[in-house]
DNA sequence: TAATTTTGTTTAATCGATTAAACAAATCAG
DNA sequence: CTGATTTGTTTAATCGATTAAACAAAATTA
């Protein structure tokens, strides 16, 4: 890689001090400087193809324009759907974003973490995974500016952007027993991560809400690590029952995807047999034979306000915002019966 | 944010130079140095939680460990899959991966590129757009090392790690020949774009091969800029003739994607009345109600070979490494007719 | 014991940009 | 015509780390 061109070069070529070629080329002291020898050293900026060394620069002035962002997995969708609004809000403020995902890993997480306090990110934007409180603590602690989106510890005081998962649940569920079904189950991870503990408790505070007792062998808490078998085997369970569920809401897109290929494969008639409903929006869940009624997540919003309140934080804004956005349930063929159907039940 | 612990404030509660601080940090000068004062070094280090600053270490050393990587839109499967395995890879010799999407916008990329570069990245990998040559000669000339992937441009001597585009499309269409298929469309880009090119290309050669003609009318290139009106405008075209289609190629996901949206709106028989093909692999394309036959980009592959040839660019190998991944077919419903199907026709 | 080598550490320059302060020259006010 | 301003530019310190070179003290060799 050849000799980049700096300021220096700038100023040897147009015979000043790299000083004044710092203050034309960012327009500051304007007026104080002579038309004749700014345009100069704009002209051989241009020529010579100077650019910043952004390096050097963040260094004097401890300001890197970078925003760390960690997600669980960028190649899922949510993730990836996430980072896309981010980098477009960021960039509109000439922030640049760095990535990484955690696989919902401490570790990792903290590796991450560290590699980009190391690299002096402005902030941060994190999508926080199970038992990483401690880190989100020490951020604190550190004083670094940093926004959790879609997970955060409600014992925490820090600025969040979430979905009310509680109510996401609540009117799913809900939606569900006015179509009539009796036997909703639910498949949803094993873990702390309050955003599906909330999913969970909309979930049986619905049917208590709704007279159906919960019984907890409906609710499935399967393992994070192993999503494809895990789902397998509680769909399995779930109908292998004198009376088998005729409902099943999926807490989260990577449960619904597998789901649904099992589904299929097991040649079930949904919603006759069986009614589905998922978090999140996927391409995949619109081409399920029957599309699937979903929780849509404003993921829009959520990133733009999540790099708002980053950026209004890295910017001296001390006050702490803690945002529970509103889910929409788009209705669809998966959960609406047609009339004959409905009558043989 | 708090002031941050720099080198200096460990050599002063040590009491010794900053230098010496460094050479145990980095463990250079190993038993140069008196153990006693390295051990307390150390510990001071841990208990400041001291962590370099990686700006600075960078403006001296002319080295970000940082790669740049520009994809069409982070936000697509195909993109965002390849984005992870870019990361894991990286991430395995300590480099950071920065990220933007240009949405196949020369102004955008040359932005991005530019970004990137002014911010010192060791390198790039790069899916370029169309119209882009420009900026990849202006790389070169720059001495910046880079590797594109996906994408590539023939007449530009690059390292590049792209997809055997057009045998990929020659085995497909040979596959649907050999399945009986006679009226065989494709909808594809209208694009300068080679990866596209060779597709079509694949698609044209397989039919004559095949001693079927080729019929310009049905290779549809839509608009790059509004795909989903482009796929139902072309869908329903080459149906509506006197002769409609009974297979299908979709050149790209996205195209796959919206197609099979209104496939499914429109009725249609899949594979009876119509066979379907699509490159690249989604969860989309396993929950059509007839699981699609795609064709498989090897994307690990592709993303662990386009980070290794970039760090090794980077590392100063100056050799140019020009790959063409095969593609594999996967046969799925969606070609495949039942017997009494076959029998109709 | 003097010269040499080794050990352990510091000094100081450097990366490239920013910016307060200093300075010289031109212009102005009285 | 002189002192004060204004204009235009330079000097030099700084950000935090790296590292060649210098240096002092201790150990070794002759």
Same mark, same amino acid.
């Given at each position: !890689?050849?000799?980049?061109?700096?300021?220096?070069?700038?100023?040897?070529?147009?015979?000043?001090?790299?000083?004044?070629?710092?203050? =034309?080329?960012?327009?500051?002291?304007? &007026?104080?400087?002579?038309?004749?020898? #700014?345009?100069?050293?704009?002209?051989? @900026?241009?020529?010579?193809?100077?650019?910043?060394?952004?390096?050097?620069?963040?260094?004097?002035?401890?300001?890197?324009?970078?925003?760390?962002? =960690?997600?669980? /997995?960028?190649?899922?969708?949510?993730?990836? &759907?996430?980072?896309?609004?981010?980098? /477009?809000?960021?960039?509109?403020?000439?922030?640049?974003?760095?990535?990484?995902?955690?696989?919902?890993?401490?570790?990792?997480?903290?590796?991450?973490?560290?590699?980009?306090?190391?690299?002096?990110?402005?902030?941060?934007?994190?999508?926080?995974?199970?038992?990483?409180?401690?880190?989100?603590?020490?951020?604190?602690?550190?004083?670094?500016?940093?926004?959790?989106?879609?997970?955060?510890?409600?014992?925490?005081?820090?600025? *969040?952007? #979430?979905?009310?998962?509680?109510?996401?649940?609540?009117?799913?569920?809900?939606?569900?027993?006015?179509?009539?079904?009796?036997?909703?189950? !639910?498949?949803?991870?094993?873990?702390?991560?309050?955003?599906?503990?909330?999913?969970?408790?909309?979930?049986?505070?619905?049917?208590?809400?709704? &007279?159906?007792?919960?019984?907890? /062998?409906?609710?499935?808490?399967?393992?994070? &690590?192993?999503?494809?078998?895990?789902?397998?085997?509680?769909?399995?369970?779930?109908? @292998?029952?004198?009376?088998?569920? /005729?409902?099943?809401?999926?807490?989260?897109?990577?449960?619904?995807?597998?789901?649904?290929?099992?589904? *299929?494969?097991?040649?079930?008639?949904?919603?006759?047999?069986?009614?589905?409903?998922?978090?999140?929006?996927?391409?995949?869940?619109?081409?399920?034979? @029957?599309?699937?009624? *979903?929780?849509?997540?404003?993921?829009?919003? !959520?990133?733009?306000?999540?790099?708002?309140?980053?950026?209004?934080?890295?910017?001296?804004?001390?006050?702490?915002?803690?945002?529970?956005?509103?889910?929409?349930?788009?209705?669809?063929?998966?959960?609406?019966?047609?009339?004959?159907?409905?009558?043989?039940?």
């Amino acid at each position: !890689m050849q000799k980049r061109i700096s300021l220096k070069d700038i100023a040897d070529k147009v015979g000043v001090s790299t000083a004044l070629v710092s203050y =034309v080329l960012n327009n500051k002291k304007e &007026g104080r400087i002579k038309k004749s020898v #700014a345009d100069r050293i704009k002209e051989v @900026a241009v020529e010579l193809n100077y650019r910043t060394n952004q390096i050097a620069r963040s260094l004097k002035t401890n300001k890197t324009f970078t925003i760390g962002l =960690v997600v669980a /997995d960028i190649s899922n969708p949510f993730s990836s &759907g996430l980072a896309r609004i981010i980098e /477009d809000e960021a960039e509109k403020k000439n922030y640049t974003v760095i990535f990484g995902s955690s696989d919902e890993n401490v570790a990792r997480s903290e590796k991450l973490i560290d590699t980009f306090i190391t690299r002096q990110v402005d902030g941060l934007i994190i999508a926080p995974g199970e038992n990483s409180a401690s880190q989100i603590l020490s951020l604190q602690q550190q004083h670094i500016p940093f926004v959790l989106v879609d997970r955060y510890f409600p014992d925490i005081k820090t600025n *969040y952007v #979430a979905l009310d998962n509680y109510e996401a649940s609540l009117s799913a569920i809900h939606h569900l027993v006015d179509q009539g079904y009796k036997r909703i189950g !639910m498949i949803s991870f094993n873990t702390s991560l309050f955003n599906i503990q909330e999913r969970n408790r909309g979930y049986i505070s619905a049917l208590e809400k709704s &007279g159906l007792h919960f019984n907890s /062998d409906l609710l499935i808490e399967i393992n994070i &690590g192993d999503i494809k078998a895990g789902v397998e085997n509680a769909i399995d369970s779930l109908l @292998a029952t004198s009376q088998p569920i /005729d409902a099943l809401l999926f807490a989260t897109n990577a449960i619904a995807t597998h789901g649904l290929k099992h589904i *299929y494969k097991l040649n079930l008639k949904v919603p006759g047999e069986l009614a589905l409903v998922s978090f999140d929006k996927t391409d995949a869940l619109d081409l399920f034979y @029957a599309p699937l009624t *979903y929780i849509n997540q404003p993921l829009p919003e !959520m990133g733009r306000l999540a790099t708002k309140l980053l950026i209004d934080a890295i910017e001296g804004n001390e006050e702490i915002t803690q945002l529970n956005l509103p889910a929409k349930l788009v209705v669809r063929a998966s959960t609406v019966m047609d009339k004959d159907e409905r009558f043989s039940r």
